[in-house]
């Protein structure tokens, strides 16, 4: 991928290409960045839209800007753009519809904004984020794209908030956005990565991002694809047994068989997005990447107990090249890095989640 005025432009001509679009879009449009710098955002939208949307699309986006800047503050008397948290996850995308010249296509977003000043912590909600893309100058450029509130889930009740000092790693100087590319290989697995440093992100990326999908726990075919793809000869024949172990117990434990449904038709839901990347080390031949990850676990269906959950986790990869791409090492869970609650929101029924499960609601890996 490559960017124009810090957009992720060049996608592929297919779903999975509008899929990152909507994706990537979205997220530049929540960064502290666009929404704290008026002549970045207007060079921004000039690199999304679509001709003769420009003018329309800078416009909507000033004004969410100015409904977001009281979200970035924290408790502090001003906006520091430098101590700003503004960062998007994507947990699903669905196309709701595709052709040569278009797409339209659903995202279910968290955020976490807020300030890494102050006594305030940042705070998370919930967004369903509807993208409408056409197909222009070869490549996807924005048409429209409206927001409503999203699925609510808990935050999980074994993690508590962090202090917003403690989100200083993330902020807009020291830590990047994701970026999905949604090119894929043969196999439908990650297409292989630069040899450099936002190469090495971006396979780390989708690392946390397969880790956390539904198919990596229910369908071993897919699981074993997916590691021989991804990992590294090295450790190829060691991860692979540990998270048969893994996905055999997170079966076990969510009571789902082979189609990720229980007896009575509920749904296994795992979804891992990244909120943000940051380079801990790299090298020509080695790197480890450390990444802000939201993941949502749990089933879909009448048990509340059994209720979807996101957990905040900060998530370290380490990587290898080899075979002319990058391959993973290790995808290790660390500290949580933990923001409040939604404000005034209520988690919405477990049953509610099955809209986001299966294949076809998962996002483009980077």
């Known amino acids: 991928m490559r960017k124009t005025d810090g957009v992720p432009v060049g996608y592929p001509h297919t779903p999975s290409?509008?899929?990152?679009?909507?994706?990537?879009?979205?997220?530049?449009?929540?960064?502290?960045?666009?929404?704290?710098?008026?002549?970045?955002?207007?060079?921004?939208?000039?690199?999304?839209?679509?001709?003769?949307?420009?003018?329309?699309?800078?416009?909507?986006?000033?004004?969410?800007?100015?409904?977001?800047?009281?979200?970035?503050?924290?408790?502090?008397?001003?906006?520091?753009?430098?101590?700003?948290?503004?960062?998007?996850?994507?947990?699903s995308a669905h196309i709701l519809?595709?052709?040569a010249h278009g797409a339209m296509v659903r995202l279910w977003t968290t955020t976490v904004r807020g300030?890494?000043?102050?006594?305030?912590t940042p705070k998370t909600d919930f967004q369903s984020v509807t993208v409408t893309l056409t197909w222009e100058s070869n490549d996807w450029k924005l048409k429209d794209s409206s927001s409503t509130s999203g699925l609510v889930a808990p935050i999980d009740s074994r993690q508590t908030s962090n202090v917003?000092?403690?989100?200083?790693?993330?902020?807009r100087a020291t830590a990047e956005d994701p970026v999905l590319s949604g090119s894929a290989n043969h196999d439908g697995f990650p297409a292989p990565y630069g040899h450099d440093g936002h190469g090495a992100r971006a396979a780390a990326v989708s690392a946390t991002m397969?880790?956390?999908?539904?198919?990596?726990?229910?369908?071993?075919?897919?699981?074993?694809?997916?590691?021989?793809?991804?990992?590294?000869?090295?450790?190829l024949r060691s991860v692979t047994s540990d998270t048969n172990s893994t996905a055999r117990l997170v079966m076990e434990n969510r009571g789902v068989g082979a189609d990720g449904k229980a007896a009575d038709g509920s749904e296994l839901i795992t979804r891992t997005a990244a909120l943000a990347t940051r380079s801990?080390?790299?090298?020509?031949?080695?790197a480890s990447i450390e990444l802000w990850t939201a993941?949502?676990?749990?089933?879909?269906?009448?048990?509340?107990?059994?209720?979807?959950?996101?957990a905040f986790l900060r998530m370290t990869v380490d990587l290898v090249w080899e075979d002319g791409t990058w391959k993973t090492t290790a995808v290790t869970p660390s500290e949580p890095l933990v923001?409040?609650?939604?404000?005034?929101?209520?988690?919405?029924?477990?049953?509610?989640?099955?809209?986001?499960?299966?294949a076809s609601n998962a996002p483009a890996t980077a």
């Open 97 to 99: 519809g595709f052709d």
């Open 295 to 310: 993941s949502v676990g749990g089933v879909a269906g009448k048990d509340e107990t059994r209720r979807p959950q996101v």
């Open 115 to 120: 300030s890494a000043a102050g006594h305030a």
């Open 210 to 235: 397969l880790y956390g999908d539904p198919r990596f726990f229910v369908n071993e075919d897919w699981r074993h694809r997916m590691l021989a793809a991804t990992a590294a000869s090295s450790v």
């Open 17 to 91: 290409g509008a899929k990152a679009a909507a994706a990537n879009y979205t997220t530049v449009s929540g960064s502290a960045r666009f929404l704290t710098n008026k002549n970045a955002r207007h060079r921004a939208v000039a690199a999304m839209a679509a001709k003769g949307t420009v003018e329309a699309t800078a416009k909507k986006a000033n004004h969410a800007a100015r409904r977001a800047v009281s979200s970035l503050r924290g408790d502090t008397s001003k906006v520091s753009s430098k101590r700003a948290i503004a960062r998007t996850g994507v947990l």
């Open 339 to 358: 923001p409040s609650p939604p404000a005034m929101q209520e988690a919405d029924p477990a049953d509610s989640f099955a809209d986001v499960g299966g």
């Open 280 to 286: 801990i080390s790299y090298s020509d031949q080695a």
């Open 164 to 171: 917003p000092a403690d989100f200083s790693d993330y902020v």
